[in-house]
């Protein structure tokens, strides 16, 4: 399961951080809200590089960490699918641990503040794009967890009575 799951979630984690990319873009071109370099300053903490950036550092930092961890997070949500916590309420889960991991990360190197802080508007707009990416990498990695067939609490929940194991995409029989 671990192989399976690895290289699953590094392709759903993939697919969740380019559709959140493309979203932020979108919504950047709307609202004409600019580029956030709080990713890069957070890998520039944790690694130790100095803050004083080149002109290209802010922007390869920030693909770094922004892609990096959402593809590594990738995992986790892969996990999660092939023991069997699928569908939109394991992406809702995940959404939240999408965000917790963020908020550890930032306000641990002091580059971030709570959330509780931050202007509605720009909560607001974080919720939404990293539920997108949850969302996404979730609906990638079920299917390929499907694939596999039913996952282990999903056998489990097909064995007790009055338990349903149809929950989450599950391969047809």
Known sequence: MIKRALWQGLAAGTAGAVVMTLGEKI????????????????????????ERP????????????????????????????????????????????????????ENATGVGAPPSTWPRGELAVDLLHKAVYAFTTGAVADALAARDGLGPGQRHAAARPGRRSDVGPVPAR
Do not use: C
């Not at 002109?55 to 996990?79: C, F, I, K």
């Open 27 to 50: 919504e950047q071109a709307v609202t004409g809200r600019p580029n956030s370099y709080v990713p890069a300053r957070v890998l520039q903490r944790l690694t130790g590089l100095p």
């Open 54 to 105: 080149t002109p290209t550092q802010p922007l390869l930092l920030n693909w770094a960490m922004h892609h990096g961890q959402a593809v590594l997070l990738g995992v986790l949500r892969s996990v999660m699918a092939q023991a069997g916590l699928r569908g939109p309420l394991a992406s809702a889960k995940f959404t939240v641990v999408r965000l917790t991991t963020d908020q550890i990360l």
